[in-house]
């Protein structure tokens, strides 16, 4: 029987699970929930040692997604001897992983009004761990922590400083675990120690997110208060004129307003037709105007930060892509890219077309500037931070 970690990471309408075997160093279980609170509520289990598993769970909450997940691991014998959890706002306080007791969950429960479709499921997430398992120690992961290092200039709004003292109205970031993991894999890749290498990591995938890094610190950032400004995302609309949202909330009210900018807007909203990126690359194949038009406005954006993070940091070493669209997305890349000859970043075509889920470098060989391709992995750098906190060999 193997001690193994669970890492739980528990949105809004689904529920994943991983397993991580401290002994084999191995990743042997994958498990999700998906259209929590919906009779349409299914599971599925992907494990080592048994076929794919799909099952109907009906009407399942939170409580009931989890604990069929634990279900799950039970059924192969493992040994559960932490729990680490994917928290996305930490706020002002919680800025580093944390061994989660009462004064955590209440620190948790008061950021809530800073992320009001996040904070509550993960919150959910960790009840329900502690009602089924009592007595195993569980770890909170903040997405918000690896940005604690912005300096004031970096996180300020130009807004009355008593917003920020009373309300916590300041820019805290987000994607920190991806970031921070994908930054350490691409030292890794250059052969360079953290602390001499300007990084700048795009976290693009269905959210997407872009990271100023420098000697390992996080010194800016797309995402603000809430993950909804920045980039374009797939149903989020990133960046806009407060006045444009000011307008919006007069003639459609607050909660519409706030469905639309993060349900209907970014990628979906400006094709009419889909938030995926790799459906608006065959529809704009096809000569469908409407998907070149999202895609120019996603890549623009994108090519524009990168260029306002270089400024932040005072050169950059290397760009790294990461995520659905940042790994597979070579089309995208390339365009982002095309733009950025003048930080001294020359994208090889051959390199980055080429079919390949490896980490590498996708320079050309005289590039001055790296760009790599990464894999993030936020449960493994969860279930390290678990081990550690717990203090666990593995």
Do not use: W
Request: with cysteine; aromatic share 4%; net charge negative.
């Amino acid at each position: 029987m193997s001690d193994v970690l669970v890492v739980v990471n528990c949105g809004s309408s689904s529920v994943k699970l991983d397993v991580f075997d401290l002994a084999a160093q191995a990743n042997p279980v994958q498990a999700k929930v998906e259209r929590v609170g919906t009779a349409e509520a299914t599971l599925t289990v992907l494990a080592d040692d048994a076929p794919k598993r799909e099952e109907a769970l009906g009407q399942a909450d939170h409580a009931r997604a989890v604990g069929a997940l634990l279900d799950a691991v039970e059924g192969h014998g493992f040994t559960v001897v932490g729990v680490g959890h994917r928290v996305v706002h930490g706020g002002e306080k919680l800025t580093a992983s944390v061994r989660i007791d009462d004064s955590v969950l209440a620190a948790i429960e008061a950021c809530v009004p800073l992320a009001p479709l996040h904070n509550p499921a993960n919150l959910l997430g960790i009840r329900a761990v502690a009602e089924r398992m009592p007595n195993v120690p569980q770890v909170a992961v903040f997405d918000t922590a690896f940005h604690a290092t912005l300096a004031p200039a970096a996180y300020l709004y130009a807004i009355p400083q008593r917003l920020r003292t009373e309300h916590g109205m300041r820019r805290y970031g987000f994607h920190g675990t991806s970031h921070r993991y994908v930054a350490a894999r691409a030292c890794d890749l250059l052969a360079r120690p953290a602390s001499a290498t300007k990084l700048i990591t795009l976290h693009l995938g269905n959210g997407c997110s872009a990271c100023a890094i420098d000697g390992g610190r996080s010194v800016d950032t797309t995402m603000g208060m809430t993950p909804l400004e920045g980039l374009v995302m797939g149903t989020r609309s990133g960046d806009l004129d407060p006045a444009l949202v000011l307008q919006l909330a007069r003639d459609l009210g607050i909660a519409e307003t706030e469905r639309l900018l993060n349900k209907e807007s970014g990628l979906l909203g400006l094709s009419g037709q889909s938030q995926d990126m790799r459906d608006l690359l065959i529809r704009r194949e096809a000569g469908d105007p409407d998907a070149a038009l999202a895609v120019a406005v996603f890549v623009h954006r994108a090519r524009k930060y990168v260029g306002a993070l270089a400024a932040s940091l005072g050169g950059v070493d290397a760009i790294v892509f990461t995520g659905g669209i940042g790994e597979h997305a070579a089309a995208v890349r390339a365009e982002i890219c095309e733009g950025l000859t003048f930080l001294g970043a020359t994208l090889d075509p051959a390199a980055n077309a080429a079919k390949s889920t490896a980490e590498r470098d996708v320079a050309t060989a005289d590039s001055r500037v790296r760009i790599l391709v990464v894999g993030t992995d936020e449960e493994r750098a969860i279930a390290v931070d678990t081990a550690e906190l717990l203090g666990l060999r593995g």
